[in-house]
């Protein structure tokens, strides 16, 4: 095949009608999901200091958006996956360090939701130096579960896996 030729996929049109959503719609469903949003922090909901697995994993629910972030000085990359690790976003949203930043990333998580019929999100993040403290504050007074993930946990389930060490 000529490597500058192009490839085109076909497009199942019907599907893709049945999948969307009119504005109103969205806006609507977005509504009703941040309505319903509560903000919880592993701190909150530890007893005596401990966390049994049973109760970490009876936390997590069918109904949640789970958003990974990945901290950076300036900017942070966000994805979305559901409760069984599957992506549900086509790729990483990046956003900047700031309120209007977290105000987009906000935006595109909540539409997410809305999408998918999830009610609750909780955003998970490596405390990496000092640039979550604001996300994470940001997140929680805004109606966003946060949980801080231990970076060599990532790491170890990353290489099970895809048994690559690379960011991806």
């Not at 893709?16 to 609507?28: R, V």
């Not at 559901?82 to 990333?105: C, H, I, M, P």
């Not at 946060?146 to 690559?164: F, L, T």
Request: hydrophobic share 40%.
């Amino acid at each position: 095949m000529n490597v500058k030729s192009r490839r085109t996929k076909k497009v199942n049109v019907e599907n893709q009608a049945i999948n969307l959503l009119s504005k109103e719609e969205l806006d609507k469903k977005i509504e009703v999901v941040e309505k319903e949003l509560r903000s919880y922090t592993w701190r909150k909901l530890e007893a005596n200091g401990k966390f049994a697995k049973n109760d970490k994993l009876s936390f997590i629910t069918d109904d949640m958006l789970i958003v990974g972030c990945d901290i950076g000085s300036e900017t942070h990359y966000i994805r979305a996956i559901d409760v069984r690790g599957r992506e549900l976003s086509r790729g990483a949203f990046e956003f900047s360090n700031t309120s209007e930043g977290f105000e987009n990333a906000k935006a595109w998580v909540m539409a997410l939701a809305a999408k998918r019929d999830k009610k609750q999100i909780v955003l998970g993040l490596e405390p990496t130096g000092h640039y979550w403290f604001a996300l994470a504050a940001w997140m929680i007074s805004n109606g966003i579960s946060v949980g801080q993930v231990n970076p060599y946990a990532v790491k170890q389930s990353k290489e099970i896996e895809d048994n690559s060490q690379l960011k991806q």
